[in-house]
T-cell receptor
Framework: KAGVTQTPRYLIKTRGQQVTLSCSPI?????VSWYQQTPGQGLQFLFE???????NKGNFPGRFSGRQFSNSRSEMNVSTLELGDSALYLC?????????????FGNGTRLTVT | AQTVTQSQPEMSVQEAETVTLSCTYD???????LFWYKQPPSRQMILVIR??????QNATENRFSVNFQKAAKSFSLKISDSQLGDAAMYFC??????????FGTGTSLTVIP
């Protein structure tokens, strides 16, 4: 089985721009969750989607949004980028959510905001 | 609010020896799950071990085992017979029944040959 695929691997954007990150889950997985990883804050939960519905959301501003398509692929969008948004963004998929099945993480997208 | 604390930013262990990584958490819930994830330099997070809070028996996975103390809200990871491939950042994580995930800040483990 192919693993979780995140594209692109690296992104460089300037302040004020917006960015879209993509995550393709493992085939058959219906839950996709997103995380922000920074040296200062560690790993923080952004949101989780299950069957195209946002099931849970972390404590991030509305500039961070996401969606999930009928094939379970998910996108995350960050608008009006700030320098502090520079981070590694990880997505993870699971069959039904982390309570029911293990999370499988992608390799992440490294976003640099200048 | 739930928090997860890993008080050891860095740890080192001699190859073939045993090391214990600490994790404490704060919650008012009785039903939750705890995890240890490993993130090697390749960046991909890998599940090491999982513990359901309602289970009193400590989880084990080959050389990895946990010491789960529910009353003390402690969830430490013991790695036996450490190998060079165990070198990585280790994250302790908590998830509640609402599917909200909380991670610790990580412990960087170095394995000395």
């Amino acid at each position: 089985k192919a693993g979780v695929t995140q594209t692109p691997r690296y992104l460089i954007k300037t302040r004020g721009q917006q960015v879209t990150l993509s995550c393709s889950p493992i085939s058959g997985h219906r839950s996709v969750s997103w995380y922000q990883q920074t040296p200062g804050q560690g790993l923080q939960f952004l949101f989780e989607y299950f069957s195209e519905t946002q099931r849970n959301k972390g404590n991030f501003p509305g500039r961070f949004s996401g969606r999930q398509f009928s094939n379970s692929r998910s996108e995350m969008n960050v608008s009006t980028l700030e320098l502090g948004d520079s981070a590694l963004y990880l997505c993870a998929s699971s069959l039904g959510g982390a309570l029911d099945s293990p999370l499988h993480f992608g390799n992440g997208t490294r976003l640099t905001v200048t | 609010a739930q928090t997860v604390t890993q008080s050891q930013p860095e740890m080192s262990v001699q190859e073939a020896e045993t090391v214990t990584l600490s994790c404490t958490y704060d919650t008012s819930e009785s039903d939750y799950y705890l995890f240890w994830y490993k993130q090697p330099p390749s960046r991909q997070m890998i599940l090491v071990i999982r513990q359901e809070a309602y289970k009193q028996q400590n989880a084990t996975e080959n050389r990895f085992s946990v010491n789960f103390q529910k009353a003390a809200k402690s969830f430490s990871l013991k790695i036996s017979d450490s190998q060079l491939g165990d070198a990585a950042m280790y994250f302790c994580a908590y998830i509640n029944t609402g599917n909200q995930f909380y991670f610790g800040t990580g412990t960087s483990l170095t394995v000395i040959p």
